[in-house]
């Protein structure tokens, strides 16, 4: 995943039906290392998910999170394809290089929300989704373990999600 210093992203993980795309910055360290998406172990995002979709993600093995994932209308992507980076901290991206959200939210006809999952994939993905139709942007509390607020906190405010998701 990576080349000459480049971080780069993974492919999208998203079924045509998607109705919610989850959009982070770049794969952090460890992400990049397991070639999985959200692989730190202090992570939040699959205990986040889970509780959205009242299933517990964080104990299936890894290729049955994913399916799970797009069964319930959900995908997952970054908003950045690459970009200098040493260690993980969003602070620490250089020369990033946009991912083709556009490209990607136009393809996804019953897409009703794309959420950003920190500060920097919002402002970026903003920047690049500007005049989204028919589609909700909602800014999410990063699932990092860096960005220092309770996980019950963050399973508030992505409680959200679950309205864009059928029953």
């Known amino acids: ?46 205990p986040l998910i889970g ?17 799970r994932l797009k069964a319930r209308g959900v995908g ?6 690459s970009a200098e980076r040493s260690g993980s901290l969003d602070a620490a991206i250089r020369s990033p290089e946009a991912a083709d959200l556009r490209g990607l939210v136009e393809s996804l006809p019953n897409l009703r929300a794309v959420a950003f999952n920190g500060g920097l994939a919002a402002r970026l993905g903003r920047r690049i989704l500007s005049n989204p139709d028919q589609v909700a942007l909602v800014d ?3 699932s990092s373990p860096a960005h220092a607020i309770s996980l019950s906190a963050k399973a508030d405010s992505w409680a959200i999600l679950g309205k864009f998701l059928p029953g």
Not at 14 to 28: H, M, T, W
Not at 51 to 67: C, F, N, S
Not at 76 to 81: G, K, Q
């Open 1 to 46: 995943m990576t080349d000459a210093g480049r971080k780069r992203a993974f492919e999208p993980v998203v079924a045509q039906d998607a109705q919610v795309l989850i959009l982070g910055s770049l794969p952090g360290a460890a992400s990049l290392a397991a070639a999985r998406y959200y692989a730190h172990p202090r992570n939040g995002f699959w």
């Open 51 to 67: 509780g959205v979709l009242g299933e517990d993600l964080a104990d299936l093995p890894y290729e049955q999170r994913l399916e």
């Open 76 to 81: 997952l992507w970054d908003v950045i394809a």
């Open 140 to 142: 999410l509390p990063s």
